[in-house]
Structures are given as structure tokens and as C-alpha cells.
């Protein structure tokens, strides 16, 4: 009897009057482990003979054999034939041959394989059903799917603070479409969320960036950051993360994310989740971090703040302090993003400005830190956008 196991969940199948000799036991279980999926590809499995088992109270059984005081209704359920069954009329088909050959010649297809039968084999006979095939009835209590739920505290759920997907196309962004990309994953995750609320005014603030009408303070909304994390120039990744937990409801519109639509009849990016957790489980900590966005400083610089380099240094020093991370130990300069396939981006190739503001010039640095830090690290103008965008370097 095979147990079938997904996900903790059990089931039996039996047959009492069957008694196996010890070689079709063994036979019988070397093939239940060639089996890795029943019914849908998704549903994956883990099959195996049990023996000895007794006083199974069965909630699905052969319509004939249906115990009394039970009550039940009828199913039916896809089985095989038994060879003598199917020998008594057994399906006909036409051999193939090379060359002419006479309709009125057929073949008997032999039980074993009728039984072996592939989809493609059923397209082509252009039959409803396999040859060894037949619907048999069976009783199951008419109570089986009822589901007492079990009491659930949402208290005691653990947090979520960040998601990783996988981004497939047959047309991958350029890292220079970060921002664009960014944005596009905003409004779909907030025409995903009105649709999970039924209400726009309930949108969640984390998604939309605004709170009672206005922008959120303290970086308090989600990060969308996407990623080239081989650094082929090409964006692969999508990191999405906030400094609070993500509550159900956003859990699931973050689940549901799985395509963004592209321009110019590009196919779509499908969104594969990942992994859930924080930031530093999603991405190991480093001491030192490089640019691989350019940033760009949210305050202009004007005579009486010094040399403009040296402010520009600073700038990222202050915004790391506004973020909650520690002093970096030393920030230099970099002219570009360079990546391993030998092609280097300028920052001037990036775009750099969300819809309504004006493009400002973009620099690319290096920080390195006393303590290994989480990252990415997003800092600047633009950067719950994925602008200001460092990772290990």
C-alpha cells in the first residue's frame, strides 16, 4: 500500500486482499520511487509500500463494497483495466509501415502497452480516453471536504521584511532601465493590492509611498530594488524590502506578483518569488560595498559647502547616517559601472529622474566599512527606486 506524502499530508491507498510476494514488493517499490508527481506537476510526492496495516477506517471505498451506516456519495475515479478485461476486447490499431499499406490491416495493442500510453499518443488516435482505461464508481462521505479551521493568532507569524524574485525574459532590462523598472513594479503591486482590499483608499502606504495624502517620512515605505546580480548588465533580480513588517495583506499582493509588462512589444518579465526574510538573510553583509546605480544627491550643492568633491563624499556619509547605517571608514570615487561581460555603463546612461522631476548628474562611489554591513544599501535621491544602489563590491 503506497503512502503519498506532500507537505506533511498523508495519503493512503490500500488494497486488504492483496498479498504481495516478496520480490513484486520489492519490484512494486522500486517503481512507486520513480514516481515524483500525482496528478498536477506541481504536486510533488514520495511513494512507498507499507505493509502490515490494519483498521484503516477508509473514507473512500468501491461504490460495491460501501460500508453500512455510512453515508456517502458516488464519484467516479479514473482506474486500469484488468488484463483479462481488456483482452476480452482489446484496442486495434493500424501498425506503421513505410510505404503503401492496406487499411484493413490492424494490429491488437497489448495490455501493457495500452497501459503506457502517452498524451501523444492519445492526440494522435484522437480518443477521449487511454484504451485500458475505465471509470469505476466509488463512495466518499459527503462530509469529507468539510474543514473545521484551526484557530489562527496573526500574532505569532513570523515577520516579513523582505522578498527576492528571480526576473525571466526572453528580454531582460539593461541595468540603465533600473528606475523605469522600479516604478513599473510600484504600480503593479498597488493595482495588486486594490484589487486584494477592494479599496483605494486602503492601499497599502508601504507601496504607494504616502501617507494620508502625503509623502511617508523616516524611510518607512518598501524599497523596490532590482538587481543584476551576476553583473552581466542585465537586470535578474528583484529585491523588495521595508524597514516594518509586511502585513497579510501585502504579503499576499507581493506573492501574486509574477509579471511586469514592457514596452515596445518586448515580452514580459515573469517575476518567480524566491525567498522571504530580512535583508541580511537575502543578501550576505560586506565590509565593502561599490555603485552599480548612480547616486545622486537629494540636496544641491551651492558656494559656502566647500570643495564640491569633498561635499559630495560627505553626502553619502550623511545619508548613510539617515539610514540607519554606521559611518563608512573610507568613500572614493568611481568613473563608472564596469561588468563582467567587458561592457562598461557611464552614469550618464542610467536614467536618473522619476516622472515630473528634472534629470540630475549621477556618481558612482565605493564605501568600505569598520563591520560587515546588510545590503544592498540604497541611498539619495530615487533610492526606494533602486537608485543610490551599492552592493558588495
Not at 15 to 33: C, G
Not at 103 to 127: F, G, H, N, V, Y
Not at 157 to 166: D, F, K, R, T
Request: aromatic share 10%.
Amino acid at each position: 500500500m503506497p503512502l503519498w506524502s506532500y507537505r506533511r499530508t498523508r495519503v493512503l491507498m490500500g488494497w486488504p486482499d492483496v498479498l504481495l510476494e516478496p520480490q513484486a514488493e520489492v519490484d512494486l517499490n522500486e517503481l512507486l520511487s520513480l514516481i515524483n508527481f500525482f496528478g498536477r506537476s506541481e504536486s510533488w510526492v514520495r511513494a512507498r509500500v507499507l505493509s502490515g496495516i490494519t483498521d484503516v477506517a477508509w473514507n473512500c471505498f468501491p461504490a460495491a463494497d460501501a460500508p453500512e451506516g455510512v453515508e456517502f456519495e458516488i464519484t467516479r475515479v479514473a482506474c486500469p483495466t484488468s488484463l483479462s478485461t481488456y483482452n476480452a476486447r482489446p484496442y486495434e490499431t493500424i501498425p506503421t509501415r513505410t510505404g503503401k499499406r492496406k487499411k484493413s490491416e490492424t494490429m491488437q495493442l497489448p495490455w501493457l502497452a495500452a497501459l503506457a500510453w502517452t498524451i501523444d499518443d492519445l492526440l494522435s488516435s484522437l480518443r477521449s480516453d487511454p484504451p485500458a482505461f475505465q471509470r469505476v464508481p466509488y463512495g466518499r462521505s459527503v462530509h469529507c471536504f468539510e474543514v473545521t479551521p484551526a484557530r489562527r493568532d496573526v500574532h505569532h507569524e513570523m515577520p516579513s521584511y523582505g522578498v527576492l524574485y528571480a526576473l525571466e525574459s526572453k528580454a531582460l532590462p539593461q541595468v540603465t532601465s533600473t528606475l523605469e523598472i522600479a516604478e513599473r513594479v510600484r504600480t503593479t503591486l498597488m493595482g495588486i493590492h486594490k484589487r486584494i482590499v477592494g479599496d483605494p483608499a486602503h492601499i497599502s502606504a508601504k507601496f504607494s509611498g504616502k501617507e494620508a495624502g502625503k509623502p511617508m517620512v523616516g524611510h518607512r515605505h518598501a524599497y523596490i530594488l532590482p538587481v543584476d546580480q551576476d553583473r552581466d548588465g542585465w537586470l535578474d533580480h528583484l529585491l523588495i524590502y521595508c524597514r516594518e513588517s509586511f502585513n497579510q495583506s501585502e504579503r499576499l499582493a507581493l506573492d501574486q506578483l509574477n509579471s511586469l509588462w514592457q514596452p515596445d512589444g518586448k515580452p514580459d518579465i515573469r517575476c518567480t518569488l524566491l525567498i522571504w526574510g530580512k535583508t541580511g538573510e537575502l543578501f550576505k553583509p560586506a565590509p565593502k560595498v561599490s555603485s552599480v546605480t548612480p547616486f545622486v544627491p537629494p540636496r544641491h550643492y551651492r558656494r559656502g559647502r566647500g570643495e564640491f568633491g569633498d561635499w559630495l563624499i560627505e553626502e553619502v556619509r550623511r545619508e548613510c547616517s539617515y539610514h540607519g547605517l554606521p559611518h563608512p571608514i573610507q568613500v572614493n570615487f568611481i568613473p563608472k559601472l564596469s561588468g563582467k561581460s567587458g561592457r562598461d555603463f557611464r552614469w550618464l546612461e542610467f536614467r536618473r529622474n522619476r516622472q515630473g522631476d528634472r534629470a540630475q548628474i549621477g556618481y558612482g562611489f565605493e564605501m568600505e566599512f569598520a563591520q560587515p554591513v546588510p545590503g544592498p544599501i540604497a541611498l539619495g535621491y530615487g533610492c526606494h527606486f533602486g537608485l543610490g544602489l551599492f552592493m558588495p563590491a
